[in-house]
């Protein structure tokens, strides 16, 4: 078993910056894969970037990339979601998930999924 909290959410004007935490703990966060997805009003659920955590690959949709960066910290067990140049479209409920241990796009590829932190974009 997996547990996840994220932090870091909140209202921020067009073009302004946020960073989302994911804190992990329970069995070995290693093992994972680990992913950001967001759902907005209305939509489903779309992944937006994935890390393998041993490797440090990274994985991004296309509409983020370039904007967003997704890291982790080995020693504090906790994944990273760096958002610069928000625009309006971005807001919505940011989900940390744990997988793997590959690498997932989709929303079967992730066991384990945290509360959510809202991120609404103000134009």
């Known amino acids: 078993q997996v547990q996840l909290v994220e932090s870091g959410g909140g209202l921020v004007q067009a073009g302004g910056s946020l960073r989302l935490s994911c804190a992990a703990s329970?069995?070995?966060?290693?093992?994972?894969?680990m992913g950001w997805f967001r759902q907005a009003p209305g939509k489903e659920r779309e992944f937006v970037a994935a890390?393998?955590?041993?490797?440090?690959?990274?994985f991004y949709a296309e509409s983020v990339k370039g904007r967003f960066t997704i890291s982790r910290d080995n020693a504090k067990n906790t994944v990273y979601l760096q958002m610069i140049s928000l625009k309006p479209e971005d807001t919505a409920v940011y989900y940390c998930a744990a997988g793997g241990p590959l690498v997932a796009t989709t929303i079967r590829g992730y066991d384990y999924w945290g509360q959510g932190t809202q991120v609404t974009v103000s134009s």
């Open positions: 890390i393998r955590w041993t490797s440090g690959n990274t």
């Open positions: 329970g069995r070995t966060a290693s093992r994972y894969a």
